[in-house]
């Protein structure tokens, strides 16, 4: 399966960027999705993830509230929106598939796409 990522770029502080993470090669119903990102000089981090049918979602405590992660499994699509942007935000963020628990990307990375926050 591969994962193709786009819609990051530049933002200032309280604007809204919307990622986008379309899935292909593999049967995307199969698969839980999710979003971690890599700050520099820093681990790579949890950020959020979706259920194979998009009834449960979870969130990294320093994005609850901010970001909503969705699903549209007609078009193999995982979104993340992200609201109240802080610079702390600033990373670059993979999507990541995973076919079971616990959520790791065991199954497939995207490439990245760069997020920067300024104050």
């Known amino acids: 399966v591969q994962l193709q990522a786009s819609g990051g770029g530049l933002v200032q502080a309280g604007g809204s960027l919307r990622l986008s993470c379309v899935v292909s090669?593999?049967?995307?119903?199969?698969?839980?999705m999710g979003w971690f990102r890599q700050a520099p000089g820093e681990e790579r981090e949890f950020v959020a993830r979706?259920?194979?049918?998009?009834?449960?979602?979870r969130y990294a405590d320093s994005v609850k509230g901010r970001f909503t992660i969705s699903r549209d499994n007609a078009k193999n699509t995982v979104t993340l929106q992200m609201n109240s942007l802080k610079p702390e935000d600033t990373a670059i963020y993979y999507c990541?598939?995973?076919?079971?628990?616990?959520?790791?990307?065991?199954?497939?990375w995207g490439q990245g796409t760069q997020v920067t926050v300024s104050s």
């Open positions: 090669g593999g049967t995307f119903t199969n698969y839980i």
């Open positions: 990541a598939a995973d076919k079971d628990y616990p959520f790791k990307g065991n199954d497939a």
């Open positions: 979706i259920s194979w049918a998009g009834r449960v979602t």
